[in-house]
C-alpha cells in the first residue's frame, strides 16, 4: 500500500488570514530534508560506498481535504485502496481563502492536483475517482467494460443526485455543517418547520437506499460484484453519515458497510475514524 502524507493546518483561521504563507508543515519538512541529507550520505557511504543517498520523492499526486466529511473520505479510501502515492493536505477553514479560491473557484474539497489536468486541479469525489481509476487503468475498481462501467456511474450519479441532498438535510443541522441556500434548514423558518424538513428528508432516504441494495447489488456482494468499486466506495461513505442521527439502517446495509471495510482493510478504516471521530465528537457537545 501507498505511502500518504498527512499535511495538517493546525490553525486553520491564522493561516486563511495570511494566504501567502508558507504551511508551517511544508517549511519543517523542507528543513529535516536539508539536516537529514548529508547524515544519511556518510551512513550510506561507510557502509555500501556504491549506494547513492536518494532524496525523498514528492507524490505526484496531492489531495486537498476535510477530515470529517463523507464526501472526501470516499476519494481517501480510494486513493489507499487503490495504492496510490498521494500526500494530503488538510484544508479546514482554508476553501475560501484566496489561494485556493484562485485554484478552484468552487471552493471545494476534495480536490487533487496532478499533472496533465488542462487546469492543474480537479473536484467532486467521483470525478476524481473516476479520472484516477481511468489513468492507472484500476479496472477492479472501475470496470472497462461499458456496459458494467455505465452501471457503476448510474450509482454514483443517483448517490450525487438523489440520495446525497436527503443524507445532507437531514444530517447536516445535526453536524453543524451549512445548509444549502433556498432550502428550509437554510432559511430563518421557525425551528418547527427545519425539523419537519429534516425528518422529511430522513423518511426519504430508505427509497433510494433500497434502490441501492434490489437494483445495483440486485444480490452480489457489492455494486461492483465480488469486489467493492468506486461506487460501493462512495456508498459505504455517505451511509457513514447517517450515525449522527441514529438512523436506523437496515441489517444489509450494516453487513454491507462491514464487509466493505473488511475487504479494504485500513484503507477504509483509517479515513472512516476521522468521520467518526467527528460525529462522536458533535455527539459529545450535544450531551454537554
Ligand atoms: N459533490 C461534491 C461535494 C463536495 C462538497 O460539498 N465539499 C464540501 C465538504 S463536504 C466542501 O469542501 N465545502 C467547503 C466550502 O464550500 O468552502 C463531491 O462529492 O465532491
Known amino acids: 500500500m501507498a505511502k500518504t502524507a498527512t499535511?495538517?493546518?493546525?490553525?486553520?483561521?491564522?493561516?486563511?488570514?495570511?494566504?501567502?504563507?508558507?504551511?508551517?508543515?511544508?517549511?519543517?519538512?523542507?528543513?529535516?530534508?536539508?539536516?537529514?541529507?548529508?547524515?544519511?550520505?556518510?551512513?550510506?557511504?561507510?557502509l555500501a560506498p556504491k549506494a547513492k543517498a536518494k532524496p525523498a520523492k514528492k507524490p505526484a499526486l496531492s489531495l486537498s481535504m476535510l477530515k470529517p466529511s463523507v464526501n472526501n473520505m470516499s476519494v481517501r479510501v480510494f486513493a489507499r485502496a487503490a495504492g496510490l502515492d498521494h500526500s494530503e493536505t488538510d484544508v479546514w477553514g482554508l476553501t475560501r481563502s484566496p489561494e485556493y479560491m484562485a485554484r478552484n473557484p468552487a471552493h471545494l474539497t476534495p480536490m487533487i492536483e496532478d499533472k496533465g489536468l488542462p487546469r492543474g486541479v480537479l473536484w467532486e469525489s467521483c470525478?476524481?475517482?473516476?479520472?484516477?481509476?481511468?489513468?492507472h487503468g484500476l479496472e477492479k475498481l472501475y470496470p472497462k467494460a461499458p456496459a458494467k462501467r455505465a452501471m457503476i456511474d448510474s450509482a454514483m450519479?443517483?448517490?450525487?443526485?438523489?440520495?446525497y441532498p436527503y443524507v445532507a438535510r437531514a444530517t447536516y443541522p445535526v453536524l453543524n455543517f451549512p445548509q444549502y441556500a433556498g432550502e428550509v434548514g437554510h432559511s430563518d423558518a421557525h425551528p418547527d418547520k427545519k425539523s419537519e424538513a429534516q425528518k422529511a428528508a430522513i423518511e426519504a432516504i430508505a427509497e433510494p437506499l433500497e434502490v441501492f441494495h434490489s437494483f445495483f447489488r440486485n444480490g452480489k456482494p457489492f455494486i461492483g460484484g465480488k469486489n467493492p468499486s468506486i461506487a460501493d466506495i462512495r456508498l459505504a461513505a455517505t451511509?457513514?453519515?447517517?450515525?449522527?442521527?441514529?438512523?436506523?439502517?437496515p441489517q444489509w446495509a450494516k453487513d454491507y458497510m462491514a464487509a466493505i471495510e473488511?475487504?479494504?482493510?485500513?484503507?477504509?478504516?483509517?479515513?472512516?475514524?476521522?468521520v467518526r471521530g467527528y460525529i462522536a465528537y458533535v455527539r459529545s457537545q450535544a450531551n454537554a
Request: a positive charge; aromatic letters at 8%; glycine letters at 4%.
Open 239 to 249: 451511509l457513514e453519515f447517517l450515525a449522527v442521527i441514529d438512523y436506523a439502517l
Open 127 to 135: 470525478a476524481i475517482m473516476q479520472y484516477l481509476a481511468n489513468k
Open 262 to 274: 473488511k475487504k479494504l482493510g485500513k484503507a477504509y478504516a483509517e479515513p472512516a475514524a476521522d
Open 7 to 46: 499535511k495538517s493546518a493546525k490553525k486553520p483561521a491564522a493561516k486563511a488570514a495570511r494566504p501567502g504563507a508558507k504551511p508551517a508543515a511544508k517549511a519543517a519538512a523542507k528543513s529535516a530534508a536539508k539536516v537529514a541529507k548529508p547524515a544519511a550520505k556518510v551512513s550510506a557511504e561507510k
Open 157 to 163: 450519479f443517483y448517490l450525487i443526485g438523489t440520495l
